[in-house]
């Protein structure tokens, strides 16, 4: 755990480059919705949750539910790098009889849920916040979802519940990229006016820039929590962000990386610290 911002951004330079080698190595697609999600996860995982590697299944630990499963490699190297499990390990992802699948799944140490068939991450998050609630343990909940899940109706219909419930130990994070699978999100369902829709829902809203590490520090440390209501943080990211050829462009949702790619990548993570 750093409190240092050039602590974590040395952490989240690395997390990327982890993210590029083992999905070169694994020959994955995803790259670019796990290179948007690295600086949320990063601020997490290094920063803010409650979390116990020795003893991934502690009663009194942060809950963390990465709903958009198919960014996982992110995922993977942050538990990596809080020692959850080895390097070896790491590099076994998508491979057979790993721990480490295309999505995430509770059979994998400090995964908190299985996911990836999205717009269920809510849903499950509310759940541990009332189990917290009604077990009078103080843990937060935190859920990372994608824009493309927001446009399912079972995520709506979660976050009509969370206010009613009064969860205020649960936190939302959007990653708010803007793309997904098969077109700009504008362009398959518009979800704007986005923040007005949560805080007509009930919800305490922030909007942020989700590449800056200062303020995701500063919303998720936030000590100004309504003590009835949850908290959603409208994440504004970039696609593939860290590797200028994958900024922004909508074939790295899927595209795997060749050596050419893989390298120039690398060269330009590795020049960036």
């Known amino acids: 755990m750093t409190t240092n911002l050039k602590d974590l951004e040395k952490t989240a330079n690395l997390l990327r480059r982890d993210i590029l080698n083992i999905s070169y190595h694994g020959q994955v697609g995803h790259i670019g919705s796990a290179l948007s999600v690295v600086d949320i996860i990063t601020t997490l995982y290094f920063h803010i949750a409650k979390l116990y590697p020795n003893k991934p299944n502690h009663p009194d630990r942060d809950r963390i539910i990465l709903s958009k499963g198919h960014a996982c490699s992110a995922l993977y190297s942050a538990l990596y790098r809080r020692g959850y499990f080895s390097k070896k390990t790491l590099y076994t992802y998508h491979q057979n009889h ?17 996911t990836g068939s999205l717009g269920h991450g809510l849903s499950l998050g509310i759940g541990m916040a ?33 206010p009613q419930l009064k969860l205020n130990n649960l936190t939302t994070i959007i990653d708010y990229n803007k793309i997904q699978a098969f077109g700009r999100t504008k362009d398959v369902i518009d979800l704007e006016p986005f923040k007005q829709k949560w805080q007509s829902f009930g919800w305490r809203t922030l909007e942020l820039n989700g590449h800056s590490l200062s303020q995701l520090t500063k919303a998720l440390n936030s000590p100004n929590r309504p003590s009835s209501k949850p908290t959603v943080i409208i994440a504004h990211t970039v ?8 900024e922004n462009n909508l074939e790295w949702h899927y595209w795997t990386p060749t050596i050419k790619h893989f390298n120039q990548a690398m060269k330009e993570l590795k020049s960036s610290l």
């Not at 295309?102 to 299985?114: F, K, Q, T």
């Not at 696609?239 to 994958?246: P, T």
């Open 98 to 114: 790993s721990l480490l699948a295309g999505h995430p799944d509770i059979l994998c140490p400090g995964v908190d849920a299985s």
């Open 130 to 162: 009332l189990a917290a609630k009604l077990q009078k343990r103080n843990y937060q909940v935190f859920v990372i979802l994608s824009d493309g899940e927001c446009n399912e109706g079972s995520t709506w219909e979660a976050a009509l519940s969370a």
């Open 239 to 246: 696609l593939g962000k860290g590797v200028s050829f994958m």
